[in-house]
């Protein structure tokens, strides 16, 4: 048989031929370009991890200066709810006295009037019996303006009555 010269089966143009599982000598690295090989690759990872931890520690010490700020704001406004809350009361507490005050003087001036009108009619009823009684002659006359004054009288009670319960 004739031998073939082997040519490359594809079309690429690829001469090289695979060594299979005995790897070529020129593909074969040798222990130390092995070992700083991987050297290499620890380093580059050791990089990767060193940036990937510097990254968290850096969120990891903002978020910790959010809390710290989240809890300053809190405190904050828990002291401003509560000066609010007593700058309330204290509000509140004079706004009471101020009304206590302005009804017991509203009352005080309510007696004095009606003091000042129940003395004023009084006065005019008792001009008025007495110049009923100067003109009147007869005794009939003078019971009938008696009663005529006694019904004036009820109905004065009657608006006491009412402007009191007001």
Do not use: C, H, W
């Amino acid at each position: 048989m004739a031998e073939r010269f082997n040519a490359p089966v594809l079309k690429t143009g690829d001469v090289k031929a695979s060594a299979g599982s005995n790897p070529v000598s020129s593909a074969k690295l040798s222990f130390f370009e092995i070992l700083t090989l991987k050297l290499k690759i620890m380093e580059t990872l050791d990089i990767i991890l060193g940036a990937v931890l510097s990254v968290g520690i850096f969120l990891l010490g903002y978020s910790a200066a959010g809390v710290f700020t989240g809890k300053k704001r809190i405190d904050d406004l828990e002291k401003y709810i509560d000066s609010t809350d007593m700058r309330i009361s204290e509000f509140e507490k004079d706004n009471s006295y101020r009304i206590d005050q302005e009804v017991n003087n509203l009352n005080d001036y309510i007696k004095d009037t009606e003091r000042d009108l129940q003395a004023q009619l009084d006065s005019r009823l008792d001009k008025l019996e007495n110049k009923f009684k100067n003109q009147i002659a007869s005794g009939v006359a003078v019971k009938e303006a008696l009663e005529e004054i006694q019904i004036l009288k009820n109905k004065l009670n009657e608006f006491i009555r009412t402007y009191q319960n007001q």
